[in-house]
């Protein structure tokens, strides 16, 4: 059983939140959590690099002189990988990295990082967290009255709320994601994750399912 220390959207602590790490994950599993991780920076790669190979550069493909009797090294047409402005001789070509690993695969690799954060300690409560206007400053107090000022941190909310998100995208380190949208790499990137009461009641009735 862990005891999350819960703060109110001035960085004060008001209490503490019960909850087993089990509830959202029963083990964890490191392997699950490296491929996922790897499947989510694969899907990043832009895989746009491309070099020309020698049928793709310009020049003519006749012998740039005869074989004998000139003294010089016997050599073939311009456009070999050898010779300056030739082609590549393992010309890149573009290609997809990206693939996708079964869906419940992909679902409980997010509750297990969730729960790995909370055997580590790396969460905190947050008891609610409305801003009816975005206001960097109110965040980035918050997180500092916290401890979190200068630490990459992850706010988690029940539904997305544009003026949390504007409030804290300027802040480096700082991102903001609704429940909905956590995944592996969202969770396990930042030093700690950062839930709100709501949030967190969300994410242990979705587990029970």
Not at 169 to 192: H, Q, T
């Amino acid at each position: 059983m862990a005891s999350l220390p819960v703060y109110d959207s001035s960085g004060a602590e008001v209490g503490k939140y019960e909850i087993d790490p089990s509830e959202i994950a029963d083990r964890i599993n490191k392997q699950l959590l490296h491929d996922v991780v790897v499947m989510y920076h694969a899907n990043q790669r832009q895989g746009t690099r491309q070099t020309k190979g020698r049928g793709e550069v310009a020049g003519h493909k006749k012998k740039m002189y005869r074989q004998k009797g000139t003294g010089n090294a016997r050599a073939g047409m311009r456009r070999t990988n050898i010779r300056r402005g030739g082609g590549h001789a393992f010309a890149l070509k573009t290609r997809d990295y990206s693939y996708r690993l079964p869906r419940k695969a992909i679902q409980l690799a997010t509750r297990m990082a969730i729960a790995s954060k909370i055997q580590g300690g790396q969460v905190k409560v947050l008891d609610g967290l409305k801003m009816d206007t975005p206001k960097t400053s109110a965040i980035a107090k918050m997180l500092k009255m916290i401890g979190l000022d200068g630490r990459s941190s992850l706010i988690a909310t029940a539904e997305y709320s544009p003026s949390v998100y504007k409030s804290a995208r300027n802040i480096e380190g700082v991102s903001v994601l609704p429940v909905s949208d956590l995944n592996a790499l969202a969770v396990l990137s930042p030093n700690c994750l950062l839930l709100t009461r709501e949030a967190l009641d969300q994410l242990r009735k979705q587990s029970k399912r």
